[in-house]
Every structure is written in structure tokens, then in C-alpha cells.
């Protein structure tokens, strides 16, 4: 059966009018394009905040539509390879190496994401649904995870010299694009019921602390913040110094926990909303 197409609203067909109008003087004038289809005026410095909840919306309509309501995040380097595959990013022999090494925590994202994805098929695709940045490195192994055990993904990609593509992994009607890092950031924490975090730089970093500051403030509810790779941790950060310094609260260490493998983040997440490991 043939489906039905929904009738075109008003301003649609507006849109097809103006296709057939005359060409003229003032037809042709930018003056006289609809707002809503003129580029060169939504990208205007004045249509900044129309932009900003343009970037707010879309997502979040489309992932209602898809009765998506909570989500398992997963932060982490773009740079981190999979194992056995020549690092793209390495600058140097050190880099090189380690990033080598570093390829492990590409696994342990890919099988955590399986783990999380299976949960989520219990729930039809709509609950612990994996979301990533969308991009590589350990973005790629968590959109990865999913698919190989035929769940759903969501992936929040945003506009990068670096990453001009999503990962082929990403579900494609899920997988989206920002403009706004402040929006997109957002968006990975408005459905998350667990927070994921791989070793990564500077961007890795500012989504962890950003999460730890929301819930530390209250902005957020206390969800499951999981930080995979202890010893990187400890070694990049020094997180006990900050609490004997009096710059964070003596029990705010307690807003996250470590673990090095993927069964061990799971079971954090399941043992606090009481899940089967």
C-alpha cells in the first residue's frame, strides 16, 4: 500500500509558489525570499540565538519521534586506534607507542557499548540507548559495539577540519550535526543514565568535568560517571590533590569511580539501577 503523503502546509506551499513566479527586478531581490528560506539571513550575526535553538530542537524532536528516553554516553579520544591499526595521529615514536598501547581502551569501548546495546534491545532501542560523539577513535568502537549486536546508536557529530564525516557505525537516522559545542554538549547529557569516559584530550577532559561540575552543582541528578583506564587517570590528573587543596569538596572523589575493563563498567551501572550483569 502506497503511503500517504502528509498535505503540505502553508509555508510549504509558499515555497513551491515562489519556484514558479516570474523572474523580475524584485523577485530576484534577497529582500523578497521568505525568511525561513533565506540562507544568507538565518546566518546573519543577529540570528545567532534563532540558530542556537534551531540546534537545540532538531535533536531533540527527532529523538522524541524515535521514543528514545535515556541513554548510556560514551566520551573518549578521537585519536585512540583500533588494535593492530597504525596510529593516524602519532606526531612522534613516543606518541606512536602510546597510542599503541592506548588502542586497548578502543576495545574495552567497543564490547562496553555491546554490553549497553544488549540492555538496550531489551528495552526496544528507547532505554540505554549507546550515544557518542559520532566521530573516531573511541566514538567509532562505541557506535561499533552497537551495531555488531544490532542495536541503535546516537551519534552527535559536530563540524571539525579534523572529522569531516561521522563514523560509518552511527545509526544514520540517528546520527546528527552541530554547529554549537555548547549544544551539543547538552544534548549528551539531557537523556544520560550513565556517563562513560575513555582516555581522550583536551575535548575528553572538558565533557568529563563539565558532567562532574553539573552534578557537584546539582544542575543534574547523580548518574553513574565511570572513568575507564585508571592508571591513565591517576597519571594525567591528580584528582586527590584538588580535594587537599580545598578546590573541590572533600567527597566529591565520590562523583566517579574507575574501572579497566568492560565488565566492570557495566556491572557500576547495573549495580546502581539494580540491572542483571
Not at 3 to 17: A, G, I, M, N, Y
Not at 76 to 94: C, F, I, M, S, Y
Not at 221 to 231: A, D, T, W, Y
Request: net charge negative; proline share 6%; charged share 25%.
Amino acid at each position: 500500500m502506497k503511503k500517504k503523503q502528509s498535505p503540505l502546509t502553508h509555508v510549504e506551499e509558499d515555497l513551491e509558489r515562489f519556484e514558479d513566479i516570474p523572474h523580475t527586478a524584485q523577485s530576484e531581490s534577497p529582500t523578497y525570499r521568505l525568511a525561513v528560506a533565506d540562507q544568507d539571513f538565518l546566518l546573519r550575526e543577529e540570528l545567532r540565538p534563532i540558530r542556537l535553538q534551531l540546534e537545540l530542537l532538531k535533536p531533540e524532536m527527532i529523538l522524541s519521534e524515535h521514543g528514545i528516553e535515556s541513554t548510556v554516553v560514551l566520551f573518549g579520544g578521537a585519536r585512540l586506534p583500533e588494535p593492530g591499526v597504525e596510529p593516524w595521529a602519532a606526531k612522534n615514536d613516543t606518541q606512536r607507542k602510546n597510542l599503541k598501547e592506548n588502542s586497548k581502551y578502543y576495545e574495552q569501548a567497543r564490547l562496553f557499548a555491546q554490553r549497553v546495546s544488549q540492555e538496550s534491545l531489551k528495552h526496544d532501542n528507547k532505554e540505554y540507548v549507546v550515544v557518542t560523539g559520532g566521530g573516531p577513535g573511541v566514538m567509532e568502537a562505541g557506535n561499533r559495539g552497537a551495531t555488531e549486536v544490532g542495536a541503535k546508536s546516537i551519534g552527535l557529530n559536530i563540524v571539525l577540519r579534523q572529522e569531516p564525516l561521522p563514523n560509518a557505525y552511527t545509526t544514520p537516522e540517528l546520527c546528527f550535526n552541530f554547529h554549537y559545542f555548547a549544544i551539543r554538549k547538552m544534548h549528551f547529557l539531557l537523556r544520560a543514565k550513565a556517563i562513560a569516559v575513555f582516555p581522550g584530550g583536551f575535548g575528553t577532559m572538558d565533557e568529563l568535568f563539565e558532567t562532574l561540575t553539573l552534578i557537584q552543582t546539582e544542575r543534574m541528578e547523580p548518574v553513574p560517571v565511570i572513568l575507564f583506564g585508571e592508571s591513565f587517570w591517576r597519571r594525567v590528573i591528580n584528582f586527590e590533590a584538588l580535594a587537599e587543596e580545598g578546590t573541590i569538596g572533600p567527597n566529591d572523589t565520590d562523583l566517579f569511580s574507575f574501572v579497566d575493563t568492560a565488565e566492570d563498567g557495566w556491572a557500576a551501572i547495573a549495580k546502581y539501577y539494580d540491572l542483571p550483569t
